[in-house]
């Protein structure tokens, strides 16, 4: 808390407005005299809400909250990791009888699990159930990407080297190359390339 102390009336006030209540609502609910007219208390509430020590209350009130309900630049990154670092094989086992699906509360990285799909089949007999369980995970490689930008380690930039623009060449399914495009005006002209040998 900040060093301007608040009284209990100040501080209920404050909270009563991070609440989101109005300032009138606010003042009275906070145990301030409601025996004014409404302006005046509209007044008296306004001045208090404008004054530094509630605004600089108000302003850690929010940080608590941001604090406890944003997830923080090293949750995302273990989350990210959680979903980028298992295989299938993690969560699946296979036996002489089959394969089956072993996931449960302390099964760790079962945030990268995007969907689990089970669906029983029977015989012609309508006997012998056969459960068939599938695991769809998140795609690790945007997890990564996602990692990759929150460490800086590329960026959507042109690519530099040696103080020399790297050049990029599309290559069509026959073949031919063509160069990236040059804009000119109001023109845009498409260079064709020699094909590889």
């Known amino acids: 808390m900040s060093d301007l102390k608040l009284t209990q ?25 409601s025996n004014y007219a409404p302006a005046i208390i509209d007044t008296h509430a306004c001045v208090l809400a404008k004054s530094d020590k509630v605004k600089i209350r108000l302003a850690e009130l929010n940080a608590e909250a941001d604090n406890k309900s944003v997830m923080s630049v090293l949750e995302r990154k273990q989350r990210l990791t959680e979903i980028a670092r298992p295989r299938i094989t993690d969560f699946m086992e296979l036996g002489q009888d089959g394969s089956w699906v072993n996931i449960g509360p302390e099964t760790p990285n079962s945030g990268a699990i995007s969907e689990i799909h089970s669906r029983t089949e029977y015989d012609e007999d309508g006997a012998h159930p056969t459960v068939h369980t599938s695991v769809k995970l998140h795609n690790p490689v945007q997890a990564i990407q996602e990692l990759n930008k929150m460490e800086k380690i590329y960026s959507d930039a042109p690519v530099f080297q040696e103080n020399r623009q790297v050049n990029f060449v599309f290559v069509l399914p026959d073949g031919t190359r063509i160069a990236p495009s040059k804009l000119t005006g109001n023109n845009t002209q498409k260079q064709l390339l020699p094909p590889d040998k």
């Open 9 to 33: 009336k100040q501080e209920r006030f404050t909270r009563f407005l991070f609440d989101g209540l109005s300032q009138r609502e606010a003042w009275i609910k906070a145990g301030y005299s």
